[in-house]
Each structure stands twice: as structure tokens, then as C-alpha cells.
């Protein structure tokens, strides 16, 4: 048995911090992928991360180990998607295994408690604030409320592709760092999440992504070029937050910025899977 | 475009009067099931309501009709489920219809909204009480708290499938117009949710729902033998709330009671599909 958990794409965002990591968190948009993170545990003499066939350091992935068992494992994830991406994932890797180590130990944890305690992994770590949230429930997500319990409404949307290209990493912690432009970024969040409440559709989440993006300065010069290029084939798109890779509706005009990625949007969320299954099956249309 | 909504069973419940519908509802545990309601809407001269091909009195959805749109519209339902049979027919009809709406008539509401709106049509018509919350994100799930918002968690579990024999109509208006029977419902439904949340897993979900099931009387003799038929195959079974209809793990043993129908678990909830798109693509392991 492998469990799955959905990458997640962040079009615009609030950050709230609080000494308890359960406040904090992000309010925001965005969607879930079916490119994500599919992680198996087993029993073994040390704890031991393994991404994509080797050791790796998972920061988040070891706390929530720790905060949900003290017993030694060996987690093995595959990543469909980059890390550093602004994909989220460091909280697919969290959440997949989180639920593996549910599912492989017994724990008898419900999936809002499996999820509590990734998002507490992620914000305690510094690798993200609204990923676990935002792929709770799959979909193209609004969140009202930051951090536990998670406040998320969806967009209803049929069954489609989100294509993307990504450049290269960009650090999360790095980036939230600086408070003045936190501040700044904050207002362009509220306005933004004011705004797609009064008008809840897909193309407004697209529209209103690329303003932030651009609003906060958070795009590079590269990767407007490549939203620019996918609105010259009518194409709606923007940058994942917070990652140097860019999200579209459409795949033309991305192929000369590098690979395409296309990846259904994931409508069923964080799941177990028998072993063989493709996450994809349960998406593609 | 169409709009798909799962059918829910639910295994156990404690029933929550209000004169607010928002605040009407029920707690308790149940599952969404890939066979379901599946709705299309044009427009039309005067509202209308189809099932399975015919003209229907379907209450519900012509009430949720009523409470998003002025407009006449033709609604036609394809039901993979029976009526009255305790798997959420009426609250999957009206679902998929407000997806449908929405998608059609450009409503711009969010999923939680259209939810809520299908909630409100389904407790002030006496058609059910948590089918609309219970659906709401699919899987297997735990309603802790009744009404609007929603407050639902999930049992984790794989891919897997639901065998069941449907006997006949149960009125679930009538049921719950017996004061002294409610408060004998309330009370075992209450042990076992504190059962549950104590243990939270599926076969321990199957357990709860089968002593509710006979601790209430609910369960009919032609049932209960169905539910110890699938146990001397190995099987859980129980019955689903409220209709005459045994649902169960494995098919073993219920062949002589009926036509055995199989469904996989819903993990994905109500949702868009594109035409000629099957739900159960979604679905199946």
C-alpha cells in the first residue's frame, strides 16, 4: 500500500505568523495536481528518508516521522514534480507520508489528524504555509482561514489540464523573511482573496495570480515572458508561489522556456492507493 | 458538461432539529459510493425534472432549483442508484443538479455554497439529514458536528469497493416523525460516534453501524439475515440509514438475497465532468 498526496500550485497568498504553528498558516487560492508525491514505509533499524531512490534530507517529512511515531522507518517517496518549484513538495512528501506511516503502523489517526500534523511539520520547518491546506480536499481551493482547522471552499471546475515550466528553485524560508515585504505582500494577498470571493471562478483565480505575482515583484523577468507568451495563444497564467515556475492553461507558447509539464488538476485529494495504481487514473480525463 | 454527485450510506447518525436549516442536520459516519446521481441542465420554457429518461416529483432538486435560480430550467437525472433505498438518492440528485446550475447558468458560487444550498433543500423537504455534508469531500467519513458549515473529517482507506442488495423503499420522513424513537436513535447514535472517534477505522465504522443497526431496531429481519450471511463469509456488513439496504465488504453470501450491486468508495466527492465521462474512471482500483 502507497499513499498519495497531490502537488500544490499557490496563485496568490496571506501569510500568518503565530507562536503556535497551528495559527499559522496562509490564507489564499490555488489548486491541487495530480503530478505529486507517492510514498510506501517500512519497518527498519533508523529512520531514513529516500527520495526519488536515494537518501535525501526531507526536513519536513523527518518531523512529521516525528510527531506521529517513535518507532524507526524507512520512508520511500517518488516526487512527480521538482522541489523548490513552488509545487508543495515538501508538503506532498509530508502529507504521502504521513498517511503511509497511518496506514503501515496502525496509528489509527483520522485524515484531518494526518494533515494537522504535516501542516505543523511545514511551518515549524519553513518550507511552506498553505500547502496542506490547499490539497486537503483536492480541486482549485479558496482558503479563508489560515492554519488547524483548515477553512477550505472550492471552485468547481471540470475535469482539465494545468501545463507548467519550471526554471529553478526558489527558497520559502528566504523569501518570507523579509517583514517589509511580507507587509506588501500581505495587502496584495487581501485585495486579491477579496476579490475572487466576489467573483469564485477559475479564470478570475488565473487573472488575479498574475496581478500578485507582478504586484509583489515575486515574478522573475523570465517567467513573465512566459506568461506573456501563453496569453499571445490565449492561454491564461501565472507563477507558482513561491517557485520560478509558471502554471498555464494552455500549453502554447511555453515549449521554447523549457520541459512542459502537464498535470490534471486532482480532484480527490491526500489518498491511500493500492500498490501499482497510478495516481493518474483517478484524474485524467 | 455534466455534473456528478456520489451516493452516500450512512452507517450511523444522531438526528439535530433547528428551525434554521442551516442548523438542522445529523452527526454520525457513512461513506460516498462512485454510483451516484448524474445531471445535466438546459434551459427550457418551465422548470422541469427528469429521472432516469421520465418526468419525476423529485422535491428536493426542484427545491434547490428554486433557491439558486429564477430561470426555468430542464434538469435531467441519471440515477445509478435506487430511491429510498438509504444511499443518499435525493441529496446526490440535488447536488449534481446545483453543479449543474452553476456550471450552466454561470452562477459563479462556490462548491461550499452550492452545498449548502442542496443541504437546505434536502432538511426543509425531510429527505435527509447529513447525506449533503457526508458526500461533501467523499471517502469515509465522520460528521462531528451537524448543519452549516460543514465540519467533516475522514477515515483513510484505500481503493476499495462496496457490495450491496437493496430490499425496498424505506420513508425516511417517516422515521424520523416519531419523537420517542428519535431520542432512541440520538442515544445510540451518540455511543457510537464516541466509539468511533475513540478508534477511527473503517472496519470499526462497519462494527458501530451494525450494532446501531439492531440496537435501534431499525434493521429489518430479511436484512439482518443478509448482514449475518456476508459475516459466516468472512465479510462486515451493515444496514444503510435509512432504507432497506445491506451494504457490505465482500459480495459472499448476499447473492441469494438480491441483485448484489458493486460500487468503489467515492474518494473525489461531487464534481464537473466533461461528457460522455464515466464517474467511476475516478474511481475503480
Given at each position: 500500500?502507497?499513499?498519495?498526496?497531490?502537488?500544490?500550485?499557490t496563485?496568490?497568498?496571506?501569510?500568518?505568523?503565530?507562536?503556535?504553528?497551528?495559527r499559522?498558516?496562509?490564507?489564499?487560492?490555488g489548486?491541487?495536481?495530480?503530478?505529486?508525491?507517492?510514498?510506501?514505509?517500512?519497518?527498519?533499524?533508523?529512520t531514513?528518508?529516500?527520495?526519488?531512490?536515494r537518501?535525501?534530507?526531507?526536513?519536513?517529512?523527518?518531523?512529521?516521522?516525528?510527531?506521529?511515531?517513535d518507532r524507526?522507518?524507512?520512508?520511500?517517496?517518488?516526487?512527480?514534480?521538482?522541489?523548490?518549484?513552488?509545487l508543495?513538495?515538501?508538503?506532498?512528501?509530508?502529507?504521502?507520508?504521513?498517511l503511509?506511516?497511518n496506514?503501515?503502523?496502525?496509528?489509527?489517526?483520522?485524515?484531518?489528524?494526518?494533515?494537522y500534523?504535516?501542516?505543523?511539520?511545514?511551518?515549524t520547518?519553513?518550507?511552506?504555509?498553505?500547502?496542506?491546506?490547499?490539497?486537503?480536499?483536492?480541486?482549485?481551493e479558496?482558503?479563508?482561514k489560515?492554519?488547524?482547522?483548515?477553512?477550505?471552499?472550492?471552485?468547481?471546475?471540470?475535469?482539465m489540464?494545468?501545463?507548467?515550466?519550471?526554471?529553478?528553485?526558489?527558497?520559502?524560508?528566504?523569501?518570507?523573511?523579509?517583514?517589509?515585504?511580507k507587509?506588501?505582500?500581505?495587502?496584495?494577498?487581501?485585495?486579491?482573496?477579496?476579490?475572487l470571493?466576489?467573483?469564485?471562478?477559475f479564470?478570475?483565480?488565473m487573472?488575479?495570480?498574475?496581478?500578485?505575482?507582478?504586484?509583489?515583484?515575486?515574478?522573475?523577468?523570465?517567467?513573465?515572458?512566459?506568461?506573456?507568451?501563453?496569453e499571445?495563444?490565449?492561454?491564461?497564467?501565472?507563477?507558482a508561489?513561491?517557485?520560478?515556475?509558471?502554471?498555464a492553461?494552455?500549453?502554447?507558447?511555453?515549449?521554447?522556456f523549457?520541459?512542459?509539464?502537464?498535470?490534471?488538476?486532482?480532484m480527490?485529494?491526500?489518498?491511500?492507493?493500492?500498490?501499482?495504481?497510478?495516481?493518474?487514473?483517478?484524474?485524467?480525463?
Amino acid at each position: 500500500m502507497k499513499a498519495f498526496a497531490p502537488a500544490h500550485i499557490t496563485g496568490f497568498f496571506i501569510t500568518y505568523d503565530d507562536l503556535d504553528p497551528l495559527r499559522t498558516g496562509s490564507c489564499g487560492a490555488g489548486l491541487s495536481l495530480a503530478d505529486g508525491a507517492l510514498t510506501g514505509v517500512s519497518l527498519s533499524d533508523q529512520t531514513e528518508v529516500r527520495l526519488n531512490g536515494r537518501p535525501a534530507e526531507a526536513s519536513t517529512t523527518e518531523a512529521v516521522i516525528r510527531l506521529l511515531t517513535d518507532r524507526p522507518v524507512r520512508v520511500e517517496t517518488r516526487l512527480g514534480i521538482p522541489v523548490g518549484g513552488g509545487l508543495g513538495a515538501s508538503a506532498a512528501g509530508a502529507v504521502s507520508t504521513a498517511l503511509a506511516l497511518n496506514a503501515r503502523l496502525g496509528l489509527r489517526k483520522t485524515l484531518n489528524e494526518l494533515l494537522y500534523a504535516a501542516h505543523v511539520a511545514e511551518v515549524t520547518n519553513g518550507t511552506g504555509l498553505g500547502d496542506v491546506s490547499g490539497m486537503s480536499s483536492g480541486g482549485v481551493e479558496i482558503r479563508r482561514k489560515p492554519g488547524v482547522p483548515f477553512d477550505v471552499d472550492r471552485i468547481p471546475v471540470p475535469p482539465m489540464f494545468v501545463y507548467y515550466v519550471h526554471f529553478g528553485p526558489v527558497s520559502t524560508k528566504a523569501v518570507l523573511a523579509d517583514a517589509r515585504e511580507k507587509a506588501m505582500i500581505n495587502a496584495a494577498g487581501r485585495r486579491c482573496l477579496k476579490a475572487l470571493l466576489a467573483r469564485p471562478t477559475f479564470a478570475e483565480l488565473m487573472r488575479l495570480s498574475r496581478s500578485f505575482a507582478v504586484e509583489t515583484g515575486l515574478i522573475s523577468a523570465r517567467a513573465l515572458d512566459a506568461v506573456e507568451a501563453v496569453e499571445s495563444h490565449g492561454g491564461l497564467a501565472s507563477m507558482a508561489m513561491l517557485g520560478d515556475t509558471v502554471f498555464a492553461t494552455v500549453p502554447g507558447g511555453l515549449a521554447e522556456f523549457g520541459e512542459v509539464r502537464r498535470a490534471a488538476v486532482d480532484m480527490a485529494g491526500p489518498r491511500l492507493l493500492n500498490d501499482g495504481h497510478q495516481p493518474d487514473y483517478f484524474n485524467s480525463s
